[in-house]
Every structure is written in structure tokens, then in C-alpha cells.
């Protein structure tokens, strides 16, 4: 892995669809996308209803845009950019990917390296394996209460649940059908990935913090939303 | 006493409004039924108030109306719970049909697309000869 460096940027562009699951995130979008297509060429941004032009400066750095006619929630975009993907000859990976920028491209192509290495259909990223990451106390306990719920509930365990960064193969995705429309689409993933019963593993990664990532991040009211949707449906 | 005739032509409207049909069959049947209990109790009720505080003492409560103001908590929660999870469905079938128009569109659009590029190619072919037969005048 130490000599990741020499290997060819876009090793895994042929093969690799990033799904961008994009809302109102018209001042970042650009340089995620531009930054994105260094390495990948097939980048699908779902617009869910965004009100501040997003999907035309997404479009215009390059992404496929599919646009949600109405707002509908990250786990429905998610979703649809799953049925796209799906559909698209050749597409054998899909890696997901938040808008905001705050995932590393380096940690993406190193867990598409560690899924075609060892054959494995899902990498999970994770904040929580190494301690690169520093979310704060309060964010710490959102994150933690999801973590808790989601290895209750899925029966895998998890260091960190509620991380936009995921490698999933197609033959994986094309199993999945989320219902969770909002943020407890992130433990339903989870749930429904581990009853495929396909092989998968974690992946440490870092997210990065931004001040913009933090002032519209999940608040820890959230994590009651949390909750409540995964036990009343 | 006039406020008895409103209030029974009041529920007897009131459950000839809720007995139309309206979504699914199965649950129909189980609403009709339910509404004649509550209209015929109501009437009752409105007719004989001396009845409901006879039965509310039976149950150990001590007035009509304090039995009336429990069963109404109770019609509310189960109102509110039954909207939610209507709410839920209506949501999902939201979900669905937007996210097969944002797909429909988007095959539309890779279509095209493909339309364009083998265009664009049969084209370039077509420049490409032109162009050779120029060179050849030419010489």
C-alpha cells in the first residue's frame, strides 16, 4: 500500500460509478466533482429538489445528473443512484460519496484497492479505526447512539455507521431497496447490505471537518430522529 | 330539548359521511361496523345523559363527560398513530414515482445522447472522405 503512490490514478475509473447523493451544496459541488473526475469518469450526482443552482454547477464540473423532481430525502437519492448504476454496462462498483467534501478521494480509491484485492462485495468506511478524525463530544454521541442502534439492529458490527463513504458492488446494490428516505437510510443500508450475507469489511478513512461540514452537520436532536424511525415504521 | 335534535341529526350525518367508501375494502367493513356502534351509542348518550353517567360509574369513573373526555384522548392517539403511518405510505409512493420520473428522464437523456454521438461519428466519416479526395485532386 506504501507505494500507492506510482499506481495509476485512474485505475478504477472503467469500472467505478460514484454516486453523489447532492442537495443544496451549490458552494462545494464544483470542486468535489472537478476534483472527482481526476480519477473517475463516470460520476452520478442525484439532485434531490436542490433550490440554489447545485445541479447546474454539479453538471457543468462534469457529473451525470439525475434530478429528483421533488425533495425527497438522502436515502431516496441514494436509492435512485443505485437503480441508475445498476443499469450501466460495465458499472461493476459504485462508491458513495457525500457532497459537502468531506471525504478523501485517497481513502475511496484505496477501498476500491482492498474490495477488488479481497473479493469483498462492501467496504465500509470508518472514522473510528484510527484516530485521524476528531468529530467533537457532542457530534461523538450522535454518532455513537447510531453506531449502538445499528449493531442492534443489523447484527453486524460496526465502528461507525452514519459515514457517506461506501464501496458496494453492483451485485450488492442491485439488492438493496431503501425505504428510509431520510437520515436512518444510513443504518438501513447497513441492515440490508448485511442480509445479503455477502462478504464485506471496514476501512479506516478520514472525514475532513470543514467549518461548512460542521454548521449543517447532524445535530444531536437528530439522533432522536434516528431512533424513532428505525423502531416506529 | 333542541340541542338533542342537533346533536342526533348532527352524528347520523356525521356517520353516513364516514360510511362512503374511500381507500382500501378490507378496512371498510371494520369502519362501517365501528361507526354504527358510535353512532348508535352517541345517541343513546345524547338522548338518556343519564345513561353514560350511570355506565361511567360502572366503570369507576366518576362522571359522563369525564368517560367521554378519556374516550375522546383515546379516538385522538389512535387518529394521530393512524395518520402517521398513512402519511408513510403516501410518502413512499411519492418516492416511487418521483424517482421513476428522475430515471425516466435520465434514460431519455443517455439516449439522446447515444443518438447524437453515432451521429456525430457517421458525419465525421463522411468529412473524412471528402477530404482525401481533395488531396488526391490536388496531386
Redesign the interface.
Known sequence: MDSHAQVDPRRHSGDTWIVIPLYNEGSVIARVVAELREHFEHIVC?DDGSTDGSADAAEAAGA?L?????N??QG?AL??GF??VVKQPGARYLVTFDADGQHRIEDAMLMLDLAKHDDVAIVFGSRFLDDRTNPGVLKKIVLQTAVWVTNKTTGLHLTDAHNGLRVIRTDAAAQIHL?Q?RMAHASEIVMKLGRTKLPWREFPVEVLYTDYSKAKGQSLLNSVNILVDLLV? | MWIQILLVVGVILIGFFLARPAGGDSHLALRRLFMAAFVAVAILSILFPQWLSWFANLIGVGRGADLMLYALILAFLVFVATTYRRN?QV??R??LL??E???A??DAEDARAAIIAHEAESSDAADERPAADRIERED
Do not use: F, S
Open positions: 442525484v451525470r439525475i434530478r429528483h423532481p421533488v425527497l430525502g431516496a436509492q435512485t437503480d441508475y425505504e428516505d415504521r | 408513510v410518502n413512499h411519492i418516492t418521483a424517482r420520473i428522475a430515471l428522464r435520465a
